[in-house]
């Protein structure tokens, strides 16, 4: 059973470069969302969908972008990354419903901006 | 006001002894409330849900105010493999996205 598989697990990246962190989840789940997570700052949610087509931002959006074209598929895009956008990133999936609050994460993304 | 507040922390204390965390919420609309465990360098995973009369896991005891908007988790006999984050979650007022709140450290020592 794989859940939530996220790509690349390490990535380094100068100033400037553009990137795409990948997020896929085989659990059929309708939401899906992408946190980072800084020393002493828990989770801070980016960006999230509640279905394919329908994404909405979170708390710390600015800088990324995202797109639901499928439900299994949801990718994270810096478009030019900064230093403050050194952090590990962790997408999520969870089952519609505002009692199901059980997310299933993938491993992390652990990024580093130059 | 952040919409999830959480003690601080670090808890340091000694195998066998009872903590607690409170954190505070600013939507007074929340419906659903979570405790999530995090240990280092690895993604969180939720140890249990919060009702609204309380409730119970073995050691771990997790209860709900509504009128002071918080929550709160004890923890009594800890272990040794207690030692982790406990992060406070809350669904978002659209009740689409789970917030975090900053996470206490626990340490326990023998």
């Known amino acids: 059973n794989a859940g939530v598989t996220q790509t690349p697990k390490f990535q380094v990246l100068k100033t400037g470069q553009s990137m795409t962190l990948q997020c896929a989840q085989d659990?059929?789940?309708?939401?899906m969302s992408w946190y980072r997570q800084d020393p002493g700052m828990g989770l801070r949610l980016i960006h999230y969908s509640v279905g394919a087509g329908i994404t909405d931002q979170g708390e710390v959006p600015n800088g990324y972008n995202v797109s639901r074209s499928t439900t299994e598929d949801f990718p994270l895009r810096l478009l030019s990354a900064a230093p403050s956008q050194t952090s590990v990133y962790f997408c999520?999936?969870?089952?519609?419903?505002?009692?199901?609050?059980?997310?299933?994460f993938g491993e992390g993304s652990r990024l580093t901006v130059l | 006001r952040k919409e999830v507040e959480q003690d601080p922390g670090p808890f340091n204390v000694p195998e066998g002894a009872t903590v607690a965390f409170n954190c505070t919420y600013s939507n007074s609309a929340s419906q659903s409330f979570f405790w999530y465990r995090q240990d280092c360098r690895k993604e969180p995973k939720l140890l249990m849900s919060v009702y609204s009369s309380g409730n119970e896991d073995g050691r771990f005891t997790a209860q709900l105010n509504r009128a002071s908007q918080y929550i709160s988790l004890l923890i009594r006999d800890s272990k040794l493999s207690d030692s982790a984050t406990y992060l406070c979650?809350?669904?978002?007022?659209?009740?689409?996205?789970?917030?975090f709140g900053k996470g206490t450290t626990l340490s326990v020592s023998s």
């Open positions: 659990m059929n789940h309708e939401y």
């Open positions: 999520a999936s969870n089952r519609q419903g505002r009692n199901t609050g059980e997310l299933f």
């Open positions: 979650v809350v669904f978002n007022q659209a009740g689409t996205a789970l917030i």
